[in-house]
DNA sequence: TTTTTTTGTTTAAACGATTAAGCATATATT
DNA sequence: AATATATGCTTAATCGTTTAAACAAAAAAA
């Protein structure tokens, strides 16, 4: 009735010898002293008897438990969701088990979930940090515990880190649409401090400066993310309705993508001939969009495989100087930001 | 240098109390014998030392770890990500912690992920069993480790389980192509034998003999789950270029559908017009498709809670008599599936 | 005052594994 | 034969927590 795993005294009952001498068998095999008969008979009763370790006590000796904290913004964000499938990949060749959870951009809850890993004695953490979470960084790195920030850092928090250049990113990705031609940008970004989403930012912005066209502040929709849907239809509204109507838009996420060209959808404007389109990330929707997406790819593997070499090079030295890793990304040019045909 | 967590000890030491003591007001509260005084003063050492319990020590005590294994087909399948998250949050309600992986439709890769949680004692499971895994089911079943399977579950294998009536759902959904005058239609399943994948087949088959129309070995596309990209698009491929082609299609599951919609496309046929459509699942990918998906939507909200409350139940109430839910799914009725306008 | 009960705290065992140290035997070295 | 070394196994401590049982001191009941 009661369910109670096989241990190391159970095997050790039946054999009639000591726990430590099968515990010698079973985790050292050669280098133990124990002799070849009595090893094998030990080894024989422990798979007769479906001997699995319990990991939790072993977890316990060691103090060390081979698990991966991962905290994400959003695991059902298609970015974050592949994301987390490279690292648990990765992790895994490194014989980590990754356990996670999204913040939802909400500070407190990831504290919740920071909390939650470190008491059950995560090795180290994978975070992709909200606003608000810096002091949580802090803690942990206080307390010594291996943290590698991706996607997003703070820059005055020396932590190891894995970025993409957002600034360099979002400057060619938009330069497309100057390429083109077009001349009334708008840019929909969320509205937090968080330094990619100001290096976006500032990347649309510097390619606007930089070929003559001047940087309006009305072109610039900063979007809650709590109610994003509702405003990112709103900021297009207002943007089309403007004097100077925009003629082209960079959406500075893969959401922002979505709610927005749902909405051009709805307003019946064709892209790229009514408004041309250029966006951060990519998603299986895109490919049933109408028109291919000139994008920024973002390096999803590459990511999350330094995430896990770096972090585990932290865990196995403490003292390695910090390693930050900035990655570029490539703009795959489509037709959504082709040169308006007919004006 | 040391990273060392805060335990009941450090706290004892500092109060100049036993362990013990400490451990009855922090984990006891009022129900404890220790003075007012004390607890109040160990409280606050607790607090000022930034205690938090280490949960693997109270799991090796306990034999419980509030943890729960989750094995999925795949988790980068939009289906599975919506339905681990849900389970996922529903746990968090039970105060349980969710841990998964996915068996890419592999038993080996199964088995391993089975042994694996079980080595970290992992107090029930909820499996979506793939093909070949009954015999780790019902080993668990023998170790009396509770399991409730989703999505699938084996006829002869008394376990709980939580799935939709496939039957009745696929009878009904091929049945709008039947009301809409379509004769030659066609059908894409995974060719294994799991009873969720035959049971869509036999509704398919079922509502064309109900209305007279002959069932075709040839419009029955069996696509293995290995290649299915390729082996989808040659049964269409096929299908068309018969003697009598399908003037429509039933995708028995959301990837199938993005397979073969891609391959329509590139067909240059139109739906419904050219070939009308329906689907299992839903997934945001289709809301970019240019004409509405009538497609079967499964209750994953309720089938997920349903999962971890049933799951709940056995851990509590091990001798609970087994639980078979059968939730019926929705058909929504979109575009995809109209008459043909001009033949 | 003596006995009983209550109150407040400590001791010690347990969960399952690891591992240094100990202790017999057996074998090798002088 | 006396000593040293190797072999094979056991003892016991440890990780951090929980909890039954023991114990001492104080309060209540006799």
């Known amino acids: 009735m009661k369910k109670k795993q096989v241990s190391l005294k159970d095997i050790a009952k039946e054999v009639g010898v000591s726990i430590a001498t099968v515990s010698y068998v079973l985790s050292k095999g050669k280098d133990s002293r124990v002799s070849e008969a009595m090893s094998k008979k030990i080894r024989e009763v422990a798979k007769r008897l479906n001997y699995q370790p319990n990991i939790i006590a072993q977890s316990l000796k060691?103090?060390?438990?081979?698990?991966?904290?991962?905290?994400?913004?959003?695991?059902s964000n298609p970015f974050f969701a592949n994301l987390a499938r490279v690292i648990e990949d990765e992790a895994a060749k490194f014989n980590y088990t990754v356990i996670f959870g999204?913040?939802?951009?909400?500070?407190?809850r990831s504290k919740q979930l920071v909390d939650f890993l470190s008491s059950r004695q995560v090795d180290g953490f994978i975070i992709a940090p909200c606003e608000g979470s810096e002091e949580q960084v802090r803690t942990l790195l206080q307390q010594n515990i291996p943290v590698v920030l991706i996607d997003r850092f703070f820059p005055k928090i020396p932590t190891d880190y894995v970025i993409i250049d957002n600034y360099e990113s979002s400057y060619r990705v938009v330069e497309q649409l100057v390429r083109s031609g077009h001349q009334r940008i708008g840019m929909l970004a969320y509205t937090n401090r968080l330094f990619h989403m100001q290096e976006r930012i500032r990347g649309y912005k510097t390619v606007l400066r930089d070929n003559g066209l001047t940087v309006e502040q009305e072109r610039l929709g900063e979007i809650s993310f709590a109610d994003g849907k509702k405003e990112t239809e709103e900021a297009i509204d207002i943007m089309l309705a403007a004097d100077q109507p925009i003629d082209s838009i960079f959406f500075a996420t893969n959401t922002l993508a979505i709610y927005g060209l749902k909405h051009l959808g709805k307003l019946n404007l064709k892209v790229p001939d009514d408004i041309a389109v250029v966006s951060f990330d990519e998603g299986e929707a895109f490919d049933f969009y109408y028109c291919p997406l000139t994008h920024v790819r973002q390096p999803l593997e590459e990511m999350g495989k330094a995430a896990v070499q770096s972090l585990s090079n932290r865990i196995k030295n403490p003292s390695t100087p910090q390693q930050a890793i900035c990655l570029s990304a490539e703009v795959v040019v489509r037709k959504s930001s082709s040169v308006t045909i007919a004006k």
Do not use: P, R, W
């Open 62 to 75: 060691s103090g060390t438990t081979n698990t991966i904290g991962l905290i994400l913004a959003d695991i």
């Open 102 to 108: 999204s913040s939802d951009e909400k500070a407190d």
